[in-house]
């Protein structure tokens, strides 16, 4: 629910505000309860604690809480505008909370899509796939990661004017625009590497990222491939039906740079900003067209955080849902997620290969019969 940056925002501005020495009945307000309090572990460093508080706060069943806390925190600091929109957006549609351990996932099964394997299934060279997926995905991540330090630099030196002071010092991210065009542009390359990897899967011919949810004259978007092919309600369409704002956003953001003023308009990059009322917005980003804004203004970084992670979830999904359906022995055989906590953290596999409920039942059965003979 939140991202890095606003949990070490929050943890920041929290830690300020903690009482010394620290006690439950102090936390208790924090965390919505003494109870909550009185279980926690407390440490000697107030980050630490707060982070704890964070944590306590994410793995409650409404968002009520974080709301508070988040009320609470704002003190006109930068970087918290992403923070307060998502305070406005639980607000006001409280059924986005997902607890802390509640992940959301694509609801996708063998039992709701069975494994089917056709003669002549085609060669996939995995290759292609670390070369141009991976590398693409490690540039836009080593972008995010500069702007996450210099941005935490940004906000830690940043000290509010003196009361009564007309001089006012902003914390500035270096070469922001130019961080931005380099993510944007990778990312619509990761799109368009995307779809020639869907080419090679399912034998179609997309070339443009923008295909993906717009068809070009006389065919089909993707996203109508899909729905033809696999169903309307088929999970591979749903997927990809949900990834549709986050790609058209990106082509949109990066068409304004390659083509300033034209179909997409412009785009604006907006550094750190001060507000007539005192309050300090973060980066932002937004489109804007005959001098009008088309999109509202949003924390860059908090969307690039947001992007990395999406992209991510669709390039494994396109890949993972094929090889499923091309089992070598679907009958028997099928693809599963590792629950998060039972992964290796020197070598974390997410998905492997296993036995089908199929095959678990008859190997039940055959263990069964060969007890009975025993007896």
């Known amino acids: 629910m939140l991202t890095p940056s606003q949990r070490d925002i929050l943890a920041l501005l929290i830690a300020a505000q903690l009482p010394q020495p620290l006690n439950p009945q102090g936390v208790s307000t924090w965390v919505g309860s003494l109870q909550a309090a009185a279980e926690m572990s407390f440490s000697p460093t107030p980050m630490e604690n707060a982070r704890a508080i964070i944590s306590v706060v994410l793995a409650l069943s409404t968002p009520n809480q974080l709301i508070e806390v988040i009320t609470r925190a704002d003190n006109q600091q930068p970087g918290f505008q992403s923070l307060l929109d998502l305070r406005a957006r639980l607000q006001a549609d409280p059924s986005q909370w997902v607890p802390t351990g509640v992940r959301q996932v694509i609801a996708w099964s063998v039992e709701s899509d069975p494994l089917t394997v056709d003669d002549g299934r085609p060669f996939v060279d995995r290759k292609d796939f670390r070369h141009s997926l991976q590398k693409k995905l490690i540039r836009c991540w080593e972008i995010e990661e500069r702007f996450r330090s210099e941005f935490k630099s940004a906000v830690e030196s940043y000290k509010p004017p003196s009361s009564g002071s007309q001089f006012v010092q902003l914390p500035q991210i270096p070469r922001l625009d130019e961080e931005c065009h380099n993510f944007l542009y990778e990312m619509k390359n990761y799109v368009r590497d995307l779809l020639n990897v869907f080419n090679r899967l399912y034998g179609t011919d997309f070339k443009e990222a923008s295909e993906l949810?717009?068809?070009?004259?006389?065919?089909?978007?993707?996203?109508?491939?899909?729905?033809?092919?696999?169903?309307?309600?088929?999970?591979?369409?749903?997927?990809?039906?949900?990834?549709?704002?986050?790609?058209?956003?990106?082509?949109?953001?990066?068409?304004?740079?390659?083509?300033?003023?034209?179909?997409?308009?412009?785009?604006?990059?907006?550094?750190f900003a001060r507000e007539p009322d005192g309050r300090i917005w973060e980066p932002t980003w937004f489109l804007e067209k005959d001098g009008a804004r088309v999109t509202d203004p949003s924390a860059i970084l908090a969307d690039m955080e947001r992007a990395l992670h999406n992209f991510l979830v669709l390039g494994e999904s396109?890949?993972?849902?094929?090889?499923?359906?091309?089992?070598?022995?679907?009958?028997?055989?099928?693809?599963?997620?590792?629950?998060?906590?039972?992964?290796?953290?020197?070598?974390?596999?997410k998905y492997v290969v296993t036995a089908s409920r199929k095959l678990e039942e008859a190997l039940q059965r055959a263990e069964n019969n060969s007890q009975e003979r025993k007896e």
């Open 318 to 349: 396109v890949v993972v849902s094929w090889a499923a359906d091309n089992l070598k022995a679907g009958e028997w055989m099928q693809v599963a997620i590792v629950p998060e906590e039972r992964r290796d953290p020197s070598c974390p596999i």
């Open 213 to 271: 949810f717009r068809a070009k004259q006389g065919s089909k978007s993707l996203i109508e491939f899909a729905a033809s092919v696999f169903g309307r309600d088929n999970p591979k369409t749903k997927f990809l039906e949900e990834a549709v704002e986050e790609v058209k956003r990106v082509v949109k953001f990066r068409n304004a740079v390659e083509h300033p003023g034209g179909y997409s308009g412009e785009l604006r990059i907006i550094n």
